[in-house]
């Protein structure tokens, strides 16, 4: 068995770059040999990620073939995925990242559309895990 790992993110925490992101208070565990403490996070972090727009084309809660994910998908923004990693390390179990990592996802004001990436496309064999977990 295993324990699985909840996620909680939010779409009214998606902003455009520039926009000022709040620090967030929760628990955290600093010190190991004592209580956790409440307070505002002193381990603030971002990871650098592409993020993708994708459009309709399916019912809601119908899955998209992975062939045919390229037909959904309308274009590409830069993403800057904040975390608070003090407050991320304290709720991680048994809970997964919910606080420290719902506060703020920021992303670049353009999207780009992916036929303007075209020209610089690469044949590429869909990959597809043949590994049972």
Request: no cysteine; charged share 15%.
């Amino acid at each position: 068995l295993r324990l699985p790992v909840g996620y909680h993110g939010r779409a009214s925490s998606v902003v455009v770059s520039r926009t000022p992101i709040r620090r967030p208070s929760g628990q955290m565990r600093p010190d190991q040999t004592k209580p956790p403490v409440f307070g505002p996070s002193k381990q603030l972090d971002i990871e650098l990620e592409m993020a993708f727009f994708v459009g309709g084309g399916n019912q809601l809660g119908e899955p998209i073939p992975i062939e045919k994910a390229h037909e959904h998908i309308f274009g590409m923004v830069l993403m800057n995925d904040w975390s608070a990693r003090d407050i991320q390390a304290w709720e991680y179990v048994p809970l997964g990242p919910f606080l420290g990592k719902n506060f703020g996802t920021t992303i670049s004001p353009w999207v780009i559309p992916m036929e303007a990436l075209l020209p610089f496309a690469e044949p590429n064999a869909i990959q597809v895990s043949t590994a049972v977990l």
